[in-house]
């Protein structure tokens, strides 16, 4: 195998920086879209459940603002 030196490009210390900022941003990007990904995973094993002690005060709210968007009185307990 024939080596070669390698081609040097010059580039000051703004390009290495802007280099340096774009592969962080795309680890950042990618993480994000792993953790996403895993969410959605877990969501779908996992499919929430009304009836579920720690969810039920979400629903609760979910449908109050439906009711509310809707024009729909609240029922009165």
């Known amino acids: 195998m024939i080596r070669r030196t390698p081609t040097m490009i010059p580039m000051s210390d703004a390009d290495v920086q802007e280099?340096?900022?774009?592969?962080?941003?795309?680890?950042?990007?990618?993480?994000?879209?792993?953790?996403?990904?895993?969410?959605?995973k877990k969501v779908a094993e996992h499919p929430i459940q009304p009836n579920d002690p720690e969810t039920l005060p979400w629903f609760q709210l979910l449908v109050a603002e439906r009711n509310r968007r809707l024009g729909i009185p609240t029922p009165s307990t």
């Not at 280099?19 to 959605?40: N, P």
């Open 19 to 40: 280099i340096r900022d774009l592969v962080a941003d795309q680890k950042s990007r990618f993480e994000a879209k792993q953790k996403t990904l895993l969410a959605m």
